[in-house]
């Protein structure tokens, strides 16, 4: 039996700087990953553009988080490799996990627990494309996996559907391979992906985005021979007559990321049906005592820096942790002119410290402000420019004095402001 203050499940960014910030704090730590290696997602994300906020550098992915592991291991952290959580379930004094490791069942108690499990990938049944089960359909994290770190190449003639980042990414690292990318269908009449992929991925290489458009069929026996495309209507449903029939031998799906959060439920978390991560303070601390969130699990980031940054307040918050010592909160209900709002509730402590929020608008604003009322009061405004569903906002909110009352009503908006 190991008993430790903080356990993290996760090793990808998140989860790293969970566990180096609980460290720090004075905290025995454990970090539990499934993978044969520390890093996550990040090991195969060898395109370059992490870091400008945290380090100001331009880095690639193993760069950007070999940063973190080689912090992790300098404070001796312990981690255990290619194992997984088989059971976990609260006792008086924290919470007990049973694992699976290398060399058998391992029993861990713990007094709180980080989850920096990431978020997985949409896949094709989930969106319900009609025909056979060929080989050759893939999600854009796995063909990722092929050709970045496998050295093999899944396609030579491709589709791909959604306009997700990774989908946007891997248009141009399959098109520098050889490979020809016909084309981006994505079923919105928007874009899904950060700008910049939009123009560094698709326009300079001159890859046909199609928007309003989705697949509605595939064909193909032993392998994928080709995909059937159509137009859609206002409600998202194929508009009869505009079918189109694209030859191919591979179909990549970049059709969003649910947050992995099968931990989360097992132990009674609240989720939020906007980010489908659980409901948190402003520590990160979700709705179970003692049991905090960060990373992709919480809420889907576009930015790993912003992941790293809620990895550090969750590991501060979890190692400052002690059972019953959870603090009243309020919740912040954010209107319908907001994607979503992480984090959702705010502690009623007076001389709050400075709370970092996250949230997305749900549409396209060239300017905007971003408003947070106690009771139908202004508390906070902040003035944003270009606001784009794709592209997360990051706003630091100060509450100082602000005396949060049990009852006060609290809530969240973006007002339109003049074109």
């Given at each position: 039996m190991k008993s430790v203050d903080v356990l993290v499940i996760g090793g990808g960014?998140?989860?790293?700087?969970?566990?180096?910030?609980?460290?720090k704090e004075g905290a025995s730590v454990l970090l539990i990953e499934r993978e044969a290696r520390l890093g996550g997602i990040m090991k195969q994300c060898i395109h370059d553009g992490f870091g400008l906020i945290r380090f100001d550098e331009k880095l690639s992915g193993p760069e950007y988080v070999e940063r973190f592991m080689d912090e992790f291991y300098a404070l001796?952290?312990?981690?255990?490799?290619?194992?997984?959580?088989t059971s976990v379930c609260e006792k008086e004094d924290g919470f007990g996990v049973?694992?699976?490791?290398?060399?058998?069942?391992?029993?861990?108690?713990a007094r709180a627990m980080?989850?920096?499990?990431?978020?997985?990938?949409?896949?094709?049944?989930?969106?319900?494309i009609h025909g056979t089960r060929p080989a050759g359909v893939f999600t854009a994290g796995t063909a990722q996996h092929f050709v970045n770190l496998m050295g093999q190449m899944p396609t030579r003639r491709c589709v791909i559907l959604g306009s997700g980042d990774i989908g946007l990414i891997m248009a141009r690292r399959l098109t520098l391979e050889g490979a020809e990318v016909l084309g981006v269908y994505e079923v919105k009449p928007t874009p899904s992906g950060l700008t910049r992929n939009i123009v560094q991925c698709l326009e300079d290489y001159e890859i046909p985005l199609h928007l309003s458009h989705t697949v509605t069929r595939v064909f193909g026996q032993e392998r994928l021979e080709g995909v059937a495309?159509?137009?859609?209507?206002?409600?998202?449903?194929p508009i009869p007559g505009t079918e189109e029939t694209i030859a191919c031998d591979a179909l990549i799906l970049s059709v969003g990321l649910i947050p992995e959060n099968e931990m989360a439920e097992r132990l009674g978390a609240a989720l939020d049906p906007r980010t489908r991560g659980p409901v948190c303070d402003d520590r990160l601390m979700t709705s179970v005592d003692g049991v905090f969130s960060c990373g992709n699990a919480l809420h889907v980031n576009d930015l790993v820096d912003y992941v790293s940054?809620?990895?550090?307040?969750?590991?501060?918050?979890?190692a400052a942790y002690r059972p019953g010592q959870r603090e009243q909160s309020l919740e912040i209900t954010p209107d319908d002119s907001i994607g979503y709002l992480v984090p959702q509730r705010v502690r009623r402590t007076g001389g709050l410290e400075p709370a970092v929020?996250?949230?997305?608008?749900?549409?396209?604003?060239?300017?905007?402000?971003?408003?947070?009322?106690?009771?139908g009061q202004p508390v906070f405004e902040k003035k944003l420019r270009n606001?784009?569903?794709?592209?997360?906002?990051?706003?630091?909110?100060?509450?100082?004095?602000?005396?949060?009352?049990?009852?006060?009503?609290?809530?969240?908006?973006?007002?339109?402001?003049?074109?």
């Open positions: 960014p998140a989860g790293l700087a969970a566990a180096i910030a609980a460290k001796g952290i312990p981690a255990l490799l290619q194992t997984f959580v049973t694992a699976v490791t290398r060399e058998g069942m391992a029993e861990i108690t980080v989850l920096a499990t990431g978020c997985r990938e949409r896949t094709a049944r989930q969106v319900f495309v159509a137009r859609v209507d206002e409600k998202l449903n940054e809620s990895g550090e307040l969750a590991g501060r918050a979890a929020f996250y949230f997305r608008s749900r549409e396209i604003l060239k300017r905007g402000t971003f408003t947070l009322r106690a009771d606001l784009n569903p794709p592209e997360m906002e990051r706003l630091v909110v100060d509450f100082g004095d602000l005396s949060l009352d049990e009852g006060i009503r609290l809530t969240a908006a973006i007002e339109k402001g003049e074109a």
